[in-house]
Nanobody
């Protein structure tokens, strides 16, 4: 069993930045792809970004390309999401995930989520 704990969410003005962190404990799945998803009020959860086990391959949703950067530190069992040039439409609960092998979006484990609110 893996536990994923997100941190770093908060309230920021449009144009600002936040960095989310996701620390894994238990069965760490260090060799697995990790990702970030988000869910805005009244909307379905959506893919944001993912990074493979080595950190050498990444994927992004079109809506965040050029603004968000995903990275990982396997020695610390932590994955990060640097979010720049934030927009009000980025407001959502952001979830960290361990992604199933052979996929970029099929999730094995979820974190509890962290709220990001971007004011206009």
């Amino acid at each position: 069993q893996v536990q994923l704990v997100e941190s770093g969410g908060g309230l920021v003005q449009a144009g600002g930045s936040l960095r989310l962190s996701c620390a894994a404990s238990g069965r760490t799945f260090s060799g697995y792809t990790k990702g970030w998803f988000r869910q805005a009020p009244g909307k379905e959860r959506e893919f944001v970004a993912a990074i493979n086990w080595s950190g050498g391959v990444t994927r992004y949703a079109d809506s965040v390309k050029g603004r968000f950067t995903i990275s990982r530190d396997n020695a610390k069992n932590t994955v990060y999401l640097q979010m720049n040039s934030l927009k009000p439409e980025d407001t959502a609960v952001y979830y960290c995930a361990v992604i199933s092998p052979g996929s970029w979006t099929r999730v094995d484990s979820w974190g509890q989520g962290t709220q990001v609110t971007v004011s206009s």
